[in-house]
């Protein structure tokens, strides 16, 4: 094994058995030469493996993190200034984690299916606190909100319910929600999404069922882009290219 390789698989051990908990900050990158005796860029590595493993993240300078991949999903419920009121938590399928950067656009587009938007609001607003502590930010920080409605070939399929860092997703207009807000992360900005956090519920509703979706966007360097909840009508949507850890 590899020595950055024995570094990240030391730190991994902690974090699972307890010594590092969610949201502790990790020693820095020269503390952690010291401790191993080892170069930055030997670190850095070990850093990346933890990253891509979703164990880390890094806040803009602050340091390095544990990541709290609980509390999304701890208590059953979602914050009520994404989904408003209705519908009931029937079932929680589980925890995922996908490394398919692909959003609704991208994936049914592929298929030659018609792809439209209705957006209910664009805003730019201060995130409650627990959406903050899934962004890594501040609640004083300041974020994109939206609301849109996706449809396929003219019918509505999901809503979606979005905070977005404005330090991190800078110059993100209305116009972009009618297309796709991912294509502008990673074609405008130039930054490359990484992974997904999901949890993935059956929610009670008065006619038809609706899966629900909560999620949290990374970057390839760990920063949290996206907190977002996205409802879908259960008897006309399906799930695709979700790998379960």
Do not use: W
């Not at 908990?21 to 030469?33: E, S, Y």
């Not at 796709?180 to 038809?208: C, M, N, P, W």
Request: glycine share 8%; aromatic share 8%; net charge negative.
């Amino acid at each position: 094994m590899l020595k950055y390789e024995t570094i990240a698989q030391d730190i991994q051990n902690r974090i699972e058995d307890g010594d590092l908990a969610p949201n502790d900050k990790l020693p820095t990158v020269v503390d952690l030469c010291d401790r191993y005796g080892v170069s930055k860029i030997t670190v850095k590595r070990a850093f990346e493996i933890l990253t891509e493993k979703g164990l880390i993240a890094s806040k803009r300078g602050s340091g390095t993190y544990v990541k709290n991949t609980t509390e999304l999903f701890d208590t059953g419920t979602v914050d009520p200034l994404l989904v408003g009121e209705g519908g009931t938590h029937e079932d929680t399928f589980g925890f995922t984690r996908s490394d398919q950067p692909i959003g609704f656009t991208a994936s049914h587009s592929a298929r030659g299916r018609k792809v439209d938007s209705v957006v209910y609001d664009f805003s730019v607003t201060n995130p409650p606190e627990s959406v903050a502590r899934h962004l890594s930010i501040s609640p004083d920080d300041f974020t994109y909100y939206l609301c849109r409605v996706r449809c396929l070939e003219n019918e509505p399929i999901t809503i979606e319910y979005t905070y977005m860092p404005i330090d991190v997703t800078p110059g993100l207009k209305r116009d972009q929600l009618y297309h796709s807000v991912y294509a502008f992360v990673q074609d405008t900005l130039g930054l490359k999404i990484s992974s997904f956090h999901r949890i993935i519920r059956a929610v009670g509703a008065t006619e038809e069922p609706l899966l629900e979706i909560s999620q949290v966007g990374f970057l390839d360097d760990g920063t949290p882009f996206e907190f977002s909840v996205a409802r879908s009508n259960g008897m006309r949507s399906e799930l695709r290219d979700v790998n379960v850890i």
